[in-house]
């Protein structure tokens, strides 16, 4: 199995623009979910979903929108980046109670310039 | 959702036995203590997780006294590739709970020396 999978793996935007990173998954888990990590920090939830078609934001989800419209796939969009969102993104999934172990993607490094 | 308190960093050698203890005093009657590790570069693995007691796995240990306010990881016998980021997580993460996520604080950076 491929586990949970992040797409790009690196990318550069310019201020203002606009992009998705993809996340997918196929252990078939309900929850999935998104976090940023700046430089020496740990994880902080973006946006989280509990099933198809079921979202809702975490600590810091000003600047993305995100949709859940299949089980596998949970994508994450910048709307217009800012410098201020220069940070690694990553994604993760779980089974359906949050007591099992999550997985996690190896990551989106973002740098917005 | 119980506040946790680790250590920031731990040094350790090669074949020590390294302890990096959890403070959680808030801890509730049904949350269930996690711990994960995170290399540079890559995303948190799960290494174990806990109620009460004593857990052990093929990585690690798991110590939790029965007032249950704090919690020691055990890594036997640390090699250089544990270097790493360990983080504990305190919570009742079930479905009824509205929790639907996990919530990680900054960790206990651990350097493994030769």
């Known amino acids: 199995n491929a586990g949970v999978t992040q797409t790009p793996k690196f990318q550069v935007l310019k201020t203002g623009q606009s992009m998705t990173l993809q996340c997918a998954q196929d252990?078939?888990?309900?929850?999935m979910s998104w976090y940023r990590q700046d430089p020496g920090m740990g994880l902080r939830l973006i946006h989280y979903?509990?099933?198809?078609?079921?979202?809702d934001q975490g600590e810091v989800p000003n600047g993305y929108n995100v949709s859940r419209s299949t089980t596998e796939d949970f994508p994450l969009r910048l709307l217009s980046a800012a410098p201020s969102q220069t940070s690694v993104y990553f994604c993760?999934?779980?089974?359906?109670?949050?007591?099992?172990?999550?997985?996690f993607g190896q990551g989106t490094r973002l740098t917005v310039v | 959702l119980a506040k946790t308190t680790q250590p920031i960093s731990m040094d350790s050698y090669e074949g020590q036995e390294v302890n990096i203890t959890c403070s959680h005093n808030?801890?509730?009657?049904?949350?269930?203590i996690t711990w994960y590790q995170q290399f540079p570069s890559q995303g948190p693995r799960f290494i174990i997780q806990?109620?009460?007691t004593k857990v052990t796995n093929e990585v690690a240990s798991l110590f939790i006294p029965a007032d249950r306010k704090s919690s020691t990881l055990s890594l036997p016998r640390v090699s250089l590739s544990d270097t790493a980021v360990y983080y504990c997580?305190?919570?009742?993460?079930?479905?009824?709970?509205?929790?639907?996520?996990?919530?990680f604080g900054s960790g206990t950076r651990l350097q493994v020396q030769p």
């Open positions: 979903s509990v099933g198809a078609g079921i979202t």
């Open positions: 808030n801890i509730a009657t049904n949350d269930y």
């Open positions: 993760a999934s779980q089974r359906g109670t949050l007591n099992t172990e999550a997985f």
């Open positions: 252990m078939n888990h309900e929850y």
């Open positions: 806990g109620y009460k």
């Open positions: 997580l305190v919570g009742d993460l079930g479905r009824d709970t509205g929790r639907r996520a996990l919530t």
